[in-house]
């Protein structure tokens, strides 16, 4: 597969700087996914969402890493994606396009079957199963977000790129099987019934939540977070190699004081507490009711 190229200088761009630590995080994530399944650098929104918070997508709209519907970024190479989804941008000036990865893989199936006397006959994604052209990056030439480009001047661009594959329950994207990942990874299963976040989960999840200017979680509210979020998990039958990224996103984005929804089990927080005493206390309260952490 091909890869999601980063320039080396990328940690100090204005933009990347702007759109912030969890926003980057986003950004390479959703990079990976569009290059993984050839999207031209379309985001669907499912997943967005999934990867990150709206406060984070709001960050890379912002920074100009990433453009909505009806953006007016000029560049040619910006795609204009379908309502709900995003674009990267510039991502076909830094990363080969479907038709190029496509094109690429059959020059080298077809040089496999000259080799071995083979009648040319290519399967209908054009790739030869051989599992030794995907060791190395299909494009090896340095790229990266650097300056800012044409595309950033205003104008207009109309066309839609087709829809790429959603993810499924499992993680991955439809159709494709768990145990064809790659090895050396771990085995996806179902949440254990007495999981907890561990303390490093619960530091990020807090840290999110004031970067996105939130109030912090007490003990009770990330005990009511983790038991809902382990009978969601279960009762979805989700099966993943690890349960702390997706806590953190359930924590970072509940809900607490006077917006939450009546009768729930979110309790208001207390003005009595600082938000680094809150913090304290959900890791010590969390402590003691479970005896330590699970990773």
Not at 70 to 86: L, R
Request: glycine share 12%; with cysteine.
């Amino acid at each position: 597969m091909p890869w999601f190229v980063v320039d080396d200088n990328a940690d100090t761009h204005p933009k990347m700087i702007a759109a912030t630590n969890a926003g980057l995080g986003l950004w390479l994530k959703a990079g990976a996914y569009a290059a993984r399944h050839l999207t031209d650098g379309i985001v669907p929104g499912a997943v967005a969402k999934m990867y990150g918070s709206r406060p984070q997508i709001a960050k890379l709209i912002a920074a100009g890493l990433w453009h909505e519907h009806g953006h007016t970024c000029s560049h040619p190479k910006c795609a204009q994606p379908q309502p709900g989804d995003y674009a990267i941008h510039d991502y076909l000036i830094y990363n080969p396009s479907r038709r190029d990865v496509l094109a690429k893989r059959e020059r080298a199936a077809e040089k496999k079957r000259r080799q071995r006397g083979q009648d040319p006959q290519p399967n209908r994604d054009g790739f030869n199963g051989d599992s030794s052209a995907n060791s190395t990056p299909e494009y090896g030439n340095a790229a990266g977000h650097g300056d800012p480009s044409p595309g950033d001047s205003a104008g207009t661009r109309a066309g839609a790129v087709p829809s790429p594959p959603l993810p499924s329950q499992q993680g991955g994207a439809e159709g494709e099987s768990a145990t064809g990942r790659g090895r050396g990874r771990a085995p996806l299963s179902l949440i254990p019934a007495d999981w907890q976040p561990s303390d490093t989960d619960i530091e990020a999840a807090q840290l999110a939540r004031a970067d996105a200017g939130r109030e912090q979680l007490t003990a009770q509210q990330l005990a009511t977070v983790t038991r809902r979020f382990r009978q969601r998990m279960l009762d979805d039958q989700v099966r993943a190699a690890g349960w702390g990224g997706r806590w953190q996103q359930w924590a970072e984005n509940e809900r607490t004081g006077p917006a939450a929804a009546p009768g729930g089990n979110v309790v208001h927080l207390s003005g009595a507490m600082t938000k680094s005493q809150q913090q304290r206390a959900g890791l010590d309260a969390l402590r003691g009711m479970t005896g330590g952490h699970s990773a």
